[in-house]
């Protein structure tokens, strides 16, 4: 009687042992993001080295930006610091998907269709796309693009919704940025077409370029996590949290916006702060 017990229980703890390593290799036991990075000691924050005033790379080739820095305060909470990855709008998502980035942190729209691949974090910034144009080609808005040729980044949301603004617009498009910017200023395309942070930087930068019309989307940026890893984005969120209510939000708006913020993250009540 005794031993068949003991053979009842034996097989049960193996069987349990089984289901956990099955479990495991199924990703239910494994160790989410957080835990990575706390045990590597180091996060690997994916963001843009083309796309100012959010992350670029500074006259002496030093990541600066919105982004860059909401990554190192993302860091500076986890306690571990920062490597900055490169990411493209169009590499972004795989690169995150791929396990090379532990987040994206890359002036990317929160919406629908990304929301299928990945998840994000609660809204950090809240955008518009514009347009960017030539001194005096009288091009005025999007009203004024039909023929015309627009240029607009691979993996960025600015083509596709521009053209349901201007359908008889022509759309070129580029791998990065600054070759988008380059086709502009060369005459390669009447347009370019993006955020309008974006658009107001490059024309501060550019005297022979300026913003044309108001922003006419609306672009909700989140930092973008893998799907199903919610101690990772309530991580996130928390340290969103933190930075509104520490006052960084508001010194970095002013830092690269020149105002006071336009924006601000929502902070739940009882949130643990
Ligand atoms: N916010 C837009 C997007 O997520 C455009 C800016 C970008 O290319 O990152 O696609």
């Known amino acids: ?18 289901a956990m390593f099955s479990c495991q290799k ?9 835990d990575k990075v706390k045990a590597r000691g180091k996060l690997l924050a994916g963001v843009k080295f083309d796309f100012k005033p959010f992350g670029y790379l500074n006259e002496t080739g030093v990541s600066e930006g919105f982004d860059v820095e909401v990554a190192q305060y993302l860091g500076q909470k986890l306690g571990v610091p920062v490597e900055l990855v490169k990411v493209t709008s169009e590499s972004r998502i795989p690169d995150l998907l791929a396990g090379k980035v532990d987040l994206v942190i890359a002036s990317m729209t929160h919406n629908l269709t990304r929301e299928a691949q990945i998840d994000f974090s609660t809204t950090y910034f809240q955008e518009g796309q514009s347009l960017l144009v030539r001194q005096g080609g009288g091009i005025k808005g999007v009203k004024d693009l039909d023929g015309k040729t627009v240029a607009a980044v691979r993996g960025a949301t600015s083509g596709l919704k521009l053209l349901s603004f201007a359908p008889r617009a022509r759309l070129l498009l580029y791998d990065e940025y600054p070759a988008a910017l380059k086709a502009l200023q060369r005459g390669m395309v009447d347009a370019l077409t993006t955020d309008r942070s974006y ?11 300026e913003v044309a019309g108001p922003a006419f989307t609306v672009e909700p940026y989140g930092i973008g996590v893998r799907e199903n890893d919610s101690r990772w984005r309530d991580a996130i969120n928390l340290a969103l949290m933190q930075m509104q209510l520490d006052g960084t ?8 916006f020149q105002q006071a913020p336009a924006f601000k993250i929502e902070v739940l009540p009882g949130a643990g702060i």
């Not at 009687?1 to 089984?18: D, E, H, P």
């Not at 199924?26 to 957080?34: C, E, F, I, N």
């Open 199 to 209: 658009c107001v930087a490059a024309a501060a930068d550019n005297p022979d370029l």
């Open 249 to 256: 939000y508001e010194k970095l708006f002013k830092k690269y």
């Open 26 to 34: 199924a990703g239910g036991l494994s160790k989410g993001t957080l």
């Open 1 to 18: 009687m005794r031993a068949k017990i003991y053979r009842v229980m034996v097989s049960a703890l193996v069987l349990t042992g089984v």
